[in-house]
């Protein structure tokens, strides 16, 4: 049991220092994709296209070029899975990003962790994310849905109250 506590420990570690990794590697789950998640029936759509886009642009070479260019059909398909996948993630992407801001929260991380648990605790669909370093702070906030800035920002002031801190910078960023 020891190992696994100290699994534990370090999953938590990197969940609190760099949210973006731990985000990144939660989100190949489902091959990148966050507003939907994929079943048997739309992977089954994206290997098929991806598939017969692979042998396609395979066949119109070898038909262009009169069969002196011969792509291998393993790489092909491959090929046109991956296009295909990277459609639909770009577009899955653009899709999340088009209802939700980043928050740019000027408090310390561990009430930045604070704000966003208890914001989920309460049903609101928000996540933290990092940026780097930026004049030798690490720059944090929240995403959140466009809709609920208001409320984000209400539990921010409040954090900022219970801490006994001036009001904080929340800058909204696209």
């Known amino acids: 049991m020891e190992v696994h506590d100290a699994f534990g420990d370090i999953a938590a570690l990197v969940d609190r220092r760099a949210p973006g990794v731990a985000r990144f590697l939660a989100a190949l789950r489902w091959g990148g994709l966050r507003t939907i998640t994929p079943d048997r029936r739309t992977w089954g759509v994206e290997v098929a296209l991806g598939l017969g886009l692979g042998l396609g642009v395979r066949e119109g070479m070898r038909s262009a070029t009169a069969g002196r260019v011969r792509i291998p059909a393993v790489p092909a398909a491959a090929t046109g899975w991956f296009a295909v996948h990277a459609a639909l993630w770009r577009w899955d992407t653009v ?13 310390p991380l561990d009430d930045v962790v604070a704000i966003v648990d208890r914001l989920a605790d309460q049903g609101l669909p928000v996540e933290r994310w ?19 800035v208001r409320s984000v920002n209400r539990a921010i002031d409040e954090a900022a109250l219970e801490g006994g801190g001036a009001s904080p910078r929340a800058a909204v960023s696209r």
């Open 95 to 107: 899709r999340w990003r088009r209802h939700r801001v980043a928050l740019v929260v000027d408090l």
């Open 130 to 148: 990092e940026r780097g370093v930026r004049g030798g702070d690490r720059v944090h906030g929240i995403w959140c849905r466009a809709g609920d």
